[in-house]
Nanobody, 123 residues
Framework: VQLQASGGGLVQAGGSLTLSCAPS????????MGWFRQAPGKERDFVAH????????QYVDSVKGRFTISRGNAKNTVYLQMSSLKPEDTAVYYC?????????????????WGQGTQVTVSS
């Protein structure tokens, strides 16, 4: 595993969580980074991505204004700050790295994947 996602857990609706994704064994400072999520019985969907320099980011409409993606100072770690969480945000969240300046909302455009971290939002 080259990407380690962490920070998931159980939270009540309206609460907050911050997910982290750190590399293992290599640097991803020169890769775009992103987050996807997969709810039970559903396909894995795009959530957010950020460019390798941290300047450009994009979000799926359902999380705009509630989630923020960012990179650490060394650009090697990516975070997903989630607030005003809703039960429909419940999913396994996966981080990904893409050998490109910018990200993509297509799973097939990403080169590396983390193992996922579970986020459960109770109503």
């Amino acid at each position: 595993v080259q990407l380690q996602a962490s920070g998931g857990g159980l939270v009540q609706a309206g609460g907050s969580l911050t997910l982290s994704c750190a590399p293992s064994g290599r640097t991803f400072a020169y890769y775009a980074m992103g987050w996807f999520r997969q709810a039970p019985g559903k396909e894995r969907d795009f959530v957010a991505h950020i460019s390798l320099d941290g300047v450009r980011s994009q979000y799926v409409d359902s999380v705009k204004g509630r989630f923020t993606i960012s990179r650490g100072n060394a650009k090697n770690t990516v975070y997903l700050q989630m607030s005003s969480l809703k039960p429909e945000d419940t999913a396994v969240y996966y981080c990904a790295a893409r050998d490109s300046y910018g990200g993509s909302d297509k799973m097939t455009d990403w080169n590396y994947w983390g193992q996922g971290t579970q986020v459960t939002v109770s109503s």
